[in-house]
């Protein structure tokens, strides 16, 4: 047994064992984005730094293996910001949004992305239970509410925005006091000013390029049918088809930006690096891949490694500040991780790598 001290307080370690093993072991929490147990370790994203105190040096905890006689910061002023900066710099590359614009200008905060891919799926049970389960004193804002959805809705710049507002009053119709009498004095309070999702950390895509905003419409396909008046279920279907889907899936399970929430990071108004907008689908697998959001982690790739040579899979294309993660060059992403998608999906710490499958979610 090796014997180390962390944060001043000695502890056995057994030898081969990394420093975040022992840390964690110690009830300290470290950080991380690109560690997973179970996969090889390669240190990437720098936020779970410690201070060597007797070499006066930082080493990536995940990747450094305890040595006898070690005295570790942890938690020290120096370390935060160090940790802190890892962050900065991740996402002085990330070009993503966390939120769709629909959902941060909604006065209640409804999740409109959601509730668009139920209706468009047939799940409309599903998206009566949601929309019951967002309604404040029983009463639903839209009824109130001039639309700030559809102002916001990307969906405009293309034809016209998406009749959220429209599928909304359709689905409330059916939920018991939902829609009140006009008489109601509720249907003369003033709207909140903003809604629940505007209070978490959302990073930001800036300026499109042409040929950007296009690019979720990849997500639209086939023959859509369009219509304002929301008459029955089959019209809301083919309405809420055509939501381009430019939120991020992960905006609940995103490690990225549970750290960014907890280190009080703000998204850097000008990228270092501009990561093109890309959605790259396979239809057959519902594997969608989409590098902005990418913060070059590497658990993607290596989480397939063990598995030999069954089927294509990601890899790291370029060097340096340029490297992406891709299918390989002579490969095509149609073909790539057949049976492998959902491990990577599930690995992935921001949403880059997530599912989609036509009318469903």
Partial sequence: MLKIKIDNKEYSVKDGSYLIEAIRSAGHPVPTLCHR???????????????????SSYIPSCSALVQDGMEIDVSGTDVKNLRSKALELLFSEHRAECEAPCRIVCPAGYNIPEFNRLIASGDSERAREITAGELKGKTIMCIRCPGYCENG???????????????????????????????????NEPLPKTGRSGRR??????????????????????????????????????????????????????????LAEEFGIRDPKGKLIYSPIRKKINFQT?????????????LCVRVCEDDGKEEPRLCFLNRGFVSIISESLTGRFEDILQKQADKVIEVCPTGALSRFKPGQE
Avoid at 169 to 175: E, N, Q
Avoid at 286 to 298: D, H, S, T
């Fill in 37 to 55: 147990d179970g996969i090889e370790h390669y240190s990437s994203c720098m936020v779970c730094m410690v201070k060597d105190i007797k070499k």
């Fill in 153 to 187: 809705c990307r969906r405009k710049k293309v034809d016209q925005p998406v009749a959220i507002r429209n599928m909304k009053l359709f689905i409330a119709a059916s939920v018991e006091g939902a829609i009140p009498d006009p008489s109601d004095p509720v249907m």
């Fill in 201 to 258: 950390f959302s990073s930001l895509i800036g300026k499109l390029e042409p040929g950007e905003q296009e690019e979720w419409l990849k997500e639209c396909a086939g023959e859509i049918i369009r219509s304002r008046e929301i008459s029955n279920l089959r019209v809301a279907a083919g309405e809420a088809a055509s939501c381009m889907h430019c939120d991020c899936r992960a905006a609940g399970d995103c490690r990225l930006r549970d």
């Fill in 286 to 298: 519902g594997l969608v891949f989409e590098n902005a959001k990418c913060i070059k982690c590497g």
